[in-house]
């Protein structure tokens, strides 16, 4: 598998332009750290070196899982939804009574939908948790006999799973499309999360140097229109010129991209409204800098399932 | 740890020194989470106070006694009469006293776990354990979500984030009432449920 991944010259070409963009930016940050004096830009800075670990970190788990294979990679991101559902539940209060629907959704239901994914069951996993899981939640939770609250607390654990499990699944399951004329799958995830990721760094990025009008203040206090804007555009960018990664033209990079940037905008401010609901500012603190795993990959939540049902609904291999 | 467990220390460190750790309780992974929390060099030296009439006969027992070291206590029968109540409590607090020589101990005040993640009354056997050792330093802890992660009568732990929080230690205040005490304590816990 590592060889076939080596032999494939944009793969390679693709994570080395991401070894370069780590290292500058880590060598960016060890310059800053000694020019800066005010406290507020030490902070920033401080921010920023913790954040750019974090990046080595996850760079190097993705880049390994892809190394490794199809499987491995499925693996990761069960791994991931698991985590993810994990800190959902924790925020969202559940009593007793939910034990047994919560020991079946992190026990059976979340590994079952990525094995459905690594099996390639496109007909399955696409329906198994918004058909069978969203029957089987309310019905083992009726079970324990417990009404008070019930269709709150059901809704709760049906959302889990919806985003934290659904939709990241459709992550890895692009690796099993079968597209016209097209093999590189794995580019094709790439392109997905290198994206989605751009997109939330450059919005960081243009909102913390030219940020001035918030968006939703009642609910992301540091997402501003310029950060918005300049995010999307230039992750877009980005975006169009890695087609080379893609099935894509230039032209439908560009769309797919913009897409990707303004559902992971969404999908961010959604998880920032859950998170504010309950009055915290993340969702975890696995990672350094970034909060939880559910902080990272909420554009992904939104992006993945989208740019899955796109990809394969235009580019798809006939017959 | 599976649940993934965080552990805080506000306003205490951990010390090589006899402590008891006064915790509430909602879960069998109660005094589990408070040893993990603890530096490796301290778990050898802590052990958990348990109910003798739980945790009697086979692998249960094995549990407590070897993988744990608890001290099993005999809690009071709730028929039994006021005086033989008395009786038992006051060799359960002897007993604890005998065997916990210089170890630390981790001690539920409530006595039983709570099944619905509310504090419930404490017992005052806390109350004359530290009557008895005033020089051992109590130390309040909170555990949070862990009657989420196993709730009384569940067998299987869901992995939720739960944590661990160390408050700064008490003592006994000379001449303090025993109601005092245990309503100070109390207090203390449910103080570092929202540090």
């Known amino acids: 598998m590592i060889e076939t991944l080596l032999a494939d010259r944009a793969l390679v070409r693709a994570f080395g332009g991401i070894l370069v963009l780590l290292v500058v930016a880590s060598v960016a940050v060890r310059i800053l750290r000694g020019v800066v004096d005010s406290d507020r830009a030490k902070a920033t800075v401080e921010d920023a070196a913790t954040r750019i670990r974090s990046w080595w970190l996850m760079c190097l788990v993705f880049a390994s899982s892809m190394a490794l294979g199809k499987v491995f990679s499925v693996v990761l991101f069960g791994l991931l939804s698991f985590l993810a559902l994990r800190e959902f539940v924790t ?17 059976l239901l979340t590994p079952l939908q990525y094995v459905l994914v690594g099996i390639g069951w496109y007909g399955m996993f696409t329906i198994f948790l918004p058909v069978y899981a969203f029957l089987f939640v309310p019905i083992r939770t009726a079970l324990a006999g417990e009404p008070v609250g019930f269709l709150e607390r059901t809704a709760k654990l049906q959302w889990g799973l919806m985003v934290a499990v659904y939709c990241v699944s459709h992550a890895p399951a692009l690796l099993y499309l079968e597209l016209d004329g097209y093999d590189g799958n794995a580019k094709l995830l790439l392109f997905l999360v290198v994206v989605v990721q751009a997109s939330d760094v450059l919005q960081y990025l243009w909102g913390k140097t030219l940020g001035r009008h918030k968006i939703a203040p009642t609910i992301s206090p540091n997402k501003t229109w310029e950060g918005f804007v300049g995010g999307v555009s230039s992750a877009t960018a980005l975006g169009a010129a890695l087609w080379w990664l893609t099935p894509f033209t230039p032209v439908q990079a560009a769309a797919m991209a913009l897409l990707i940037c303004l559902l992971g905008f969404a999908g961010g401010l959604t998880m920032s ?42 580019f798809r291999a006939v017959g | 740890l599976w649940c993934g467990a ?16 006064c915790a509430n309780h909602a879960s069998h992974l109660d005094a589990v989470v408070i040893w993990a929390a603890l530096p490796p060099n301290l778990r050898r030296t802590t052990r958990p106070v348990a109910a003798a009439d739980y945790w009697r006969g086979g692998v249960k027992q094995w549990l407590a006694t070897r993988v744990f070291r608890a001290i099993l206590i005999e809690r009071g029968k709730r028929d039994g009469d006021a005086e033989a109540r008395r009786v038992a409590a006051r060799e359960a607090v002897e007993q604890t006293r005998r065997e916990m020589g210089s170890d630390s101990l981790i001690l539920f005040p409530e006595g039983t776990r709570s099944p619905t993640g509310e504090m419930g009354p404490f017992k005052a056997g806390v109350f004359h354990l530290v009557q008895s050792c005033p020089e051992v330093e109590i130390v309040p802890t909170y555990l949070h979500n862990l009657g989420r992660v196993l709730p009384r009568g569940e067998f299987a732990p869901v992995p939720l984030l739960a944590s661990v929080t160390f408050g700064a230690p008490l003592r006994l205040e000379p001449d303090e009432d025993r109601d005092v005490f245990l309503d100070r304590l109390r207090t203390t816990i449910e103080e570092l449920s929202r540090a």
Do not use: M, N
Request: hydrophobic share 45%; glycine share 8%; net charge positive.
């Open chain 1, 91 to 107: 925020l969202t209060p559940t009593i007793r009574a939910d034990h047994a629907a919560l020991f079946w959704a992190f026990y």
């Open chain 1, 273 to 314: 409204a859950i998170k504010r609901d309950r009055g915290v500012k993340d969702f975890g603190t696995v990672l350094a800098g970034h909060g939880g795993i559910l902080d990272r990959i909420d554009s992904l939540c939104f992006a993945a399932p989208v740019f899955f049902h796109l990809t394969r609904y235009f």
């Open chain 2, 6 to 21: 965080s552990s805080r220390w506000i306003g205490v460190t951990p010390e090589p020194q006899q402590r008891i750790y």
